[in-house]
T-cell receptor, first 112, second 113 residues
Framework: QQQVKQSPQSLIVQKGGISIINCAYENTAFDYFPWYQQFPGKGPALLIAIRPDVSEKKEGRFTISFNKSAKQFSLHIMDSQPGDSATYFCAANLGGTYKYIFGTGTRLKVLA | KAGVTQTPRYLIKTRGQQVTLSCSPISGHRSVSWYQQTPGQGLQFLFEYFSETQRNKGNFPGRFSGRQFSNSRSEMNVSTLELGDSALYLC????????????FGEGSRLTVL
């Protein structure tokens, strides 16, 4: 019940295309859902985050869509660029702690 | 402002040995968390410290331990190393009450032979 399932494991997108990464969770007590981006040799960095009382959050080319009833959330990267090539992790948090449950990651490659 | 600093960046140990990893958080951050990253498993939570107290612990055996000092710097220790402990160990600091952003270091890559 503590798992966050992430798919796909890897993704190849043409430059200018839309990249979509999906995550699903079971524990309805999760109340904060961030996405982290990790480049090779670097630690993950926060990209965008959402709370379950909002169905969508957009920051530039990055959008989180949240479906509370289905217990799913997804990251959409519009106009994908080669510089977006990285590993993306979704995560979920139980309120009041810094204990995050991470998905297993999606390796995105954007072709020039 | 300096980021999260982890030392050493790379280390090789043999089975049965122990290892200590160090983490200096961003100045002013009082919460320090540790995660283990392995291919296919993603990031798995080890423990979190705030004001020298362990607030949360993940599902790892007792061979994994940590501590935090009064200056917020943190160390984690793994005793009796096993091959499966080979991983990237990431430290993250946070500035305020949770939930909030985790600021990760670049990690310490441990190889156990």
């Amino acid at each position: 019940q503590q798992q966050v399932k992430q798919s796909p494991q890897s993704l190849i997108v043409q430059k200018g295309g839309i990249s979509i990464i999906n995550c699903a969770y079971e524990n309805t007590a999760f109340d904060y859902f961030p996405w982290y981006q990790q480049f090779p040799g670097k630690g993950p960095a926060l990209l965008i985050a959402i709370r379950p009382d909002v169905s969508e959050k957009k920051e530039g080319r990055f959008t989180i869509s949240f479906n509370k009833s289905a217990k799913q959330f997804s990251l959409h990267i519009m106009d994908s660029q080669p510089g977006d090539s990285a590993t993306y992790f979704c995560a979920a948090n139980l309120g009041g702690t810094y204990k995050y449950i991470f998905g297993t990651g999606t390796r995105l490659k954007v072709l020039a | 402002k300096a980021g999260v600093t982890q030392t050493p960046r790379y280390l090789i140990k043999t089975r049965g040995q122990q290892v200590t990893l160090s983490c200096s958080p961003i100045s002013g951050h009082r919460s320090v968390s540790w995660y283990q990253q392995t291919p296919g498993q993603g990031l798995q939570f080890l423990f979190e410290y705030f004001s020298e107290t362990q607030r949360n612990k993940g599902n790892f055996p007792g061979r994994f331990s940590g501590r935090q000092f009064s200056n917020s710097r943190s160390e984690m220790n793994v005793s009796t190393l096993e091959l499966g402990d080979s991983a990237l160990y990431l430290c993250a600091s946070s500035p305020r009450t949770p939930p909030g952003e985790l600021f990760f270091g670049e990690g310490s890559r441990l190889t156990v032979l």
